[in-house]
Each structure stands twice: as C-alpha cells, then as structure tokens.
C-alpha cells in the first residue's frame, strides 16, 4: 500500500501567547517560553494538509480566558481549534457553571482535560495525587457524559486500573487516552507495564486513544522500534479507535511535526486507504465531532 498523504486531523497539539502568569510552568521551559502562533504551526506543519485540529488547554491559570484565547484562534482560521479541549477541575462543585461559562466562551468546545498522571519521581500536572479515587471527580465525569463531552485522559501507566474502573462504571463517557498512555520504553519492566495497562484499556468500547510523542519516550528510537509500539495499538485498538497528533510545539523539542508524522505513516503504510484514513483523520473527526 502507498504511505498516506491526504488530509489531516491533527488530534492534539497547544498554542498560546506566552504569559508568564497565564502559563507559569513555562517559566522552567526556555524552549517553549514564547509565542506560539498559528504561523508557527502551519510553518511546522508544512507541506502537510492539515485540514483540521483539536486545540488542547496548556495548564492555564485561568482556564476560561484561555478558552478564549482558544475561540479566536478558530474565528480567524478555522482549521485550527475546530475542537477546543478546555480544562475544568472536575470534583469541583461548580463544575456545571464552569462548564456553560467555557461552551459559551468557545463554540467549539468538544471535551475536558483535568490531568490526572503522576509519575512517583517526576515533576507532575495533576492538581492532586489521587483524582482517579475521589468521588466528586468521578461525578465530574458523570457530568461530561450528560453534556456529551469527552475526556481526555492524560495518565501513567500505573494508574490504568484506577482509570478503567471508572470507564467502566460510566460507559457513555467517550475517553481519549493522550500521548498514547504515556509508555516508558527505556525498560523492558516499563514497556511491558505499558502493554499490559493498554490492552487493558482497549477491552472497553468507550475508550480511544491519540498516538503522539513516542520519540522522546523511547531512547535511541527508530522508525523501525517506533513502529512495533504503534503497530501493536493498532491490533489491539482497532483504525476506529486510534488518532495521529503532533502534539506540538512541547513534541518538537524531541523531533519536528513533519518528523513525527513520517514515523507514523511509515508504520501504518501496509494499511488499506480507508484504515489509513481514519488513523490520520477519520478517528478524530467522530471523536472531537469535527
């Protein structure tokens, strides 16, 4: 079969106006302290036909004025945002009010993200260590299946167990899994630990998964390594399940955009049309109602 090269849906990647106090952890990222502006992206992009994107929130202070930010950004180019992931604290218990202050304030609005992984040893997002187990935040959940908004899950590992069981208890919540479960390839404890919590995973109709930012999970990666981890999501997951996403810009540390991409449409290039087709465009189309 031919290497895709037709239309994308790029199903994750951020953009901002650097601020300081908007975005304060990027005080600690000297690569990512700037303007990151729709120019950038097409620049990155190019020559790719990036016909659509999901814009994902970046850890904002003030997650509404983001989402803004967010909503102007596909006034005046509608091919990027066409679907915003905003973040709201989901076990908060004016989750409802926050939630109709952002679809008014972006159109577009498709999901949340409320990070929720932690990494024993590592720097981590999450506003707390154990959302997966509290309550509130499992009827938060419950919320964003009512309104037909998705989640975007950005976990480890070690805490599918804790993620499934509330899948499981809330079947009509659609779930995306970000950076594909977010493996450890430097260990082969850490690559089966991945397998395992992914399998997992694909055992549930309501979960779905976006394939980026692989490379820099994997020391000394090649096409041909990159290619057994994304081949073996396909076999588990199915095409219907599964999305190509820069990430970018936080991805492009690691490699380009169009990098990233070649990684990709090299390993699914046996894959008929159609099923190349959802990977790079029809996945996140259903998903993000684009």
Same mark, same amino acid.
């Given at each position: 079969?031919?290497?895709?090269?037709?239309?994308?849906?790029?199903?994750?990647?951020?953009?901002w106006?650097?601020d300081?106090?908007?975005?304060?952890?990027?005080?600690?990222?000297?690569?990512?302290?700037?303007?990151?502006?729709?120019?950038?992206?097409?620049?990155?992009?190019?020559?790719?036909?990036?016909?659509?994107?999901?814009?994902?929130?970046?850890?904002?202070?003030?997650?509404?004025?983001?989402?803004?930010?967010?909503?102007?950004?596909?006034?005046?180019?509608?091919?990027?945002?066409?679907?915003?992931?905003?973040?709201?604290?989901?076990?908060?218990?004016?989750?409802?009010?926050?939630?109709?202050?952002?679809?008014?304030?972006?159109?577009?609005? %498709?999901?949340?993200?409320?990070?929720?992984?932690?990494?024993?040893?590592?720097?981590?997002?999450?506003?707390?260590?154990?959302l997966?187990?509290?309550?509130?935040?499992?009827?938060? @959940?419950?919320?964003?299946? %009512?309104?037909?908004?998705?989640?975007?899950?950005?976990?480890?590992?070690?805490?599918?167990?804790?993620? @499934?069981?509330?899948?499981a208890a809330?079947?009509?919540l659609?779930?995306?899994?970000?950076?594909?479960?977010?493996?450890?390839?430097?260990?082969?404890?850490?690559?089966? %630990?991945?397998?395992?919590?992914?399998?997992?995973?694909?055992r @549930?109709?309501?979960?779905?998964v976006?394939?980026?930012?692989?490379?820099?999970?994997?020391?000394?990666?090649?096409?041909a390594? @990159?290619a057994?981890?994304?081949?073996?999501?396909?076999?588990?997951?199915?095409?219907?399940?599964?999305?190509?996403?820069?990430?970018?810009?936080?991805?492009?540390?690691?490699?380009?955009?169009?990098?990233?991409?070649?990684?990709?449409?090299?390993?699914?290039?046996?894959?008929?049309?159609?099923?190349?087709r959802?990977?790079?465009?029809?996945?996140?189309?259903?998903?993000?109602r684009?």
């Amino acid at each position: 079969m031919a290497r895709y090269d037709g239309p994308i849906v790029d199903a994750h990647h951020h953009l901002w106006s650097y601020d300081a106090a908007l975005l304060p952890w990027l005080a600690g990222e000297p690569t990512l302290a700037r303007d990151v502006s729709a120019e950038d992206y097409f620049a990155a992009a190019a020559p790719l036909n990036v016909v659509a994107s999901v814009w994902i929130e970046a850890v904002a202070t003030d997650p509404l004025a983001e989402a803004r930010a967010a909503a102007r950004l596909n006034a005046a180019e509608p091919r990027l945002a066409a679907a915003i992931i905003a973040h709201a604290p989901l076990d908060a218990p004016d989750l409802a009010a926050r939630l109709d202050r952002l679809a008014e304030a972006a159109p577009t609005l %498709r999901g949340i993200r409320d990070i929720v992984a932690v990494r024993p040893g590592f720097p981590s997002f999450a506003r707390h260590g154990d959302l997966l187990e509290r309550a509130a935040f499992a009827a938060g @959940l419950k919320v964003l299946a %009512r309104r037909g908004l998705a989640f975007d899950l950005m976990l480890e590992p070690c805490q599918m167990g804790a993620a @499934l069981r509330l899948a499981a208890a809330i079947p009509d919540l659609s779930i995306i899994i970000e950076h594909a479960g977010s493996p450890d390839f430097s260990t082969e404890e850490g690559s089966a %630990r991945w397998a395992g919590a992914m399998q997992a995973a694909a055992r @549930l109709p309501n979960i779905s998964v976006k394939i980026s930012a692989l490379h820099c999970r994997m020391p000394g990666w090649s096409d041909a390594a @990159l290619a057994a981890p994304i081949r073996a999501l396909v076999d588990w997951f199915g095409v219907d399940r599964l999305a190509f996403a820069s990430d970018f810009p936080v991805h492009d540390r690691t490699v380009p955009f169009t990098r990233g991409y070649e990684t990709f449409a090299r390993a699914v290039a046996d894959l008929s049309p159609d099923e190349q087709r959802a990977l790079f465009q029809g996945t996140a189309r259903r998903l993000y109602r684009i």
